[in-house]
Every structure is written in C-alpha cells, then in structure tokens.
C-alpha cells in the first residue's frame, strides 16, 4: 500500500514563486487546501516533515501536471489516494480538505482513514 498525496499546484520554479507570494499575500483564495495545511510560505512544516519521516507506509507527493497518466481521473484536487493492490481509491478529496481547520486535525483524520498508520 501506498498513499499518493496531489496537490492542487503545478511544480515548476514560477509556479512555486507565485504560490509562496499567494499564501502570504490572500491566503483565503488559495486554491490548494493541502498546501497550506503542511507547508509555510516555501517549506514543509517541521510536524509534517516529522509525521512523515516517522512513517512506514510509502507515500509519495504529484502536482497536478507529474501526476502518472494511469492516475488520472476526475479528481477534484487536492486529494490523497490511496493505491493498493493495482487499485486506487480517493480517501480525501478537496470537499475534505476544505473541513479541515489545521496540520494537526489533518494528521488525526488522515490516521482515521489509513488505520495502519497509526500502526507503526
């Protein structure tokens, strides 16, 4: 099993520029919930960066342009899937992210929904 977290962003030297610029400048329209949740204006929060480091489970990290083409649905980005067995399945999607008030509720509700990490 793996997780697969995409945000709602392009990778790109410019894109990253105009994101930090925009998270600081109207952080309300930002267009990526996730994003915001774990990193700052450029860097990952240090509790992600923790949580992450601590976990067994592989996950890796897309923008909406590196994504892998057999992955591409109609995803409403952000999202986490979950991908398993050749399988994928979307555990949060942007609806999701949108509820989410903080790093730390993200991280509780992202345990909830992947029970195995909370066994490590």
């Known amino acids: 099993m793996e997780l697969y977290f995409v945000y709602n962003a392009r990778k790109g030297l410019g894109n990253m520029v105009m994101d930090g610029l925009h ?3 109207s952080p309300s329209t930002y267009a990526c919930d996730l994003c915001s949740l774990t990193y ?7 509790e992600w960066k923790a949580f992450l480091e601590q976990s067994k489970i592989p996950m890796r990290f897309y923008y909406t342009n590196t994504l892998p ?3 591409h649905q ?3 980005y952000p999202v986490v899937l ?3 067995n050749s399988s ?3 555990i ?3 609806q999701d992210f949108a509820a989410i008030n903080d790093l730390n509720e993200f991280i509780v509700l ?7 990490l909370s066994e490590e």
Do not use: H
């Not at 992202?110 to 195995?116: A, S, Y």
């Open 23 to 25: 998270k600081v400048v």
């Open 40 to 46: 700052g204006a450029v860097t990952k929060k240090k």
């Open 69 to 71: 083409k057999e992955f």
């Open 74 to 76: 109609n995803f409403d």
């Open 82 to 84: 979950r991908y398993e």
């Open 88 to 90: 994928v399945s979307c």
């Open 92 to 94: 949060l999607d942007r």
């Open 110 to 116: 992202l345990i909830e929904k992947v029970p195995e």
